[in-house]
């Protein structure tokens, strides 16, 4: 439906190439709930993130009114959701010791 309307709307597609070749060049991603917000916003795209359960969801734009500008100077500061970002991850060796759970229970 989107392709017909728009001329200037691109899906990425993992056939046809990586999802990391589709950041050259990209002016804007947009999706609902999705991890591949997160790449986004760390790699400095402008991001629309729909839902608000989406991990991305703080340091992006929420409505599609953004894409009426002929640029997209994105001017939020991702420092602070970068290291909350990092300090969520957990290896698989320390999970398998228990210390993400242990530290949830403190």
Not at 27 to 35: E, H, I, L, P, T
Request: proline fraction near 4%; charged fraction near 25%.
């Amino acid at each position: 439906f989107l392709k017909e309307k728009y001329n200037n709307i691109y899906f990425s597609c993992p056939l046809e190439k990586s999802f990391y070749d589709d950041f050259d060049g990209a002016r804007v991603a947009v999706g609902y709930n999705s991890g591949s917000l997160i790449e986004t916003v760390c790699f400095g795209i402008p991001t629309i993130t729909l839902s608000e359960e989406g991990f991305s969801f703080p340091v992006s734009y929420h409505e599609l009114n953004i894409l009426k500008e002929k640029k997209i100077n994105c001017s939020i500061d991702r420092n602070q959701w970068l290291y909350d970002c990092a300090y969520s991850q957990w290896k698989i060796s320390e999970i398998d010791d228990g210390i993400p759970h242990r530290r949830l229970l403190k």
